[in-house]
């Protein structure tokens, strides 16, 4: 990793651009995928594209991920995952051991889960279109921690991501390839559906609460609870709170 890394800081600018451009230019799922883990920005070749199908994370492409870790996280721990909740919640890069804390990290669920499979960090990023978060790509790796460095060249490759999945759903090609996605059924309640912490600003939302009854209830500040109702609007395409409440309880009255 480490060695990777310093590949990744040396990258001419020139060189960056085109790896960039042929991401951008991705006109598929599996090509868009292939490009995330040729164009080598995040100094791993472990690479998972998941795409938002509801309010769950679907894979839709991975590279040098292990099934059975791949199966754990389809099978629950998506629900808990530290980092999946950050990037719902602020929409930027985010890795583990930065989102728990470096003392923590190494006796933390995630890590205790990575480690069986032989790897010790991730990082995750969202994929955007038409300012909604519609997918997740997520990388780890073996050895040393995430840079600043290279989660900010992990932004770079979103944005290029994101600019393709806009191009194909334009043309319909994600709905084509979510129709091949096996759908399992959905969980009955918000709590089940969405990261823990936004689970319970939904649920307050949805009883009217104020985002200083929110903040005073769950032992959190105004902003942490304004970022939560945000990204909950730009998940749900509401407007203002209202809306997302109405949109919140039909979505659960649904499931």
């Not at 900010?152 to 334009?170: I, K, P």
């Amino acid at each position: 990793m480490r060695a990777e890394q310093e590949h990744l800081d040396g990258l001419p600018e020139r060189q960056l651009a085109d790896r960039l451009m042929s991401i951008a230019e991705s006109r598929s799922v599996r090509s868009l995928g292939i490009a995330c883990c040729s164009a080598e920005m995040t100094g791993s070749p472990t690479v998972g594209l998941y795409l938002l199908d509801g309010l769950k994370p679907e894979l839709a492409y991975s590279s040098h991920v292990a099934e059975g870790l791949l199966d754990n996280y389809k099978a629950g721990f998506w629900k808990c995952d530290p980092v999946l909740d950050c990037i719902m919640t602020r929409g930027c890069a985010a890795d583990g051991e930065t989102v728990i804390g470096p003392q923590q990290w190494r006796h933390s669920p995630s890590f205790e889960m990575l480690h069986e499979w032989g790897l010790a960090y991730n990082m995750g990023a969202p994929l955007w279109s038409s300012r909604q978060i519609v997918g997740v790509l997520f990388t780890a790796t073996t050895d040393a921690p995430y840079t600043p460095r290279t989660r900010q060249r992990m932004e770079m490759l979103c944005r290029a991501g994101s600019l393709a999945l806009t191009n194909m759903m334009n043309v319909g090609e994600i709905e084509a390839h979510r129709g091949a996605i096996p759908v399992p059924e959905r969980a009955a309640t918000l709590s089940a559906s969405l990261p823990p912490r936004s689970a319970d600003v939904a649920i307050r939302v949805c009883r009217g609460q104020t985002n200083k009854a929110i903040a005073r209830e769950m032992g959190i500040s105004d902003q942490t609870v304004k970022e939560h109702v945000a990204n909950l609007c730009r998940r749900f395409g509401a407007h203002n709170r209202t809306e997302l409440a109405a949109l919140l309880l039909s979505t659960t009255s649904r499931q």
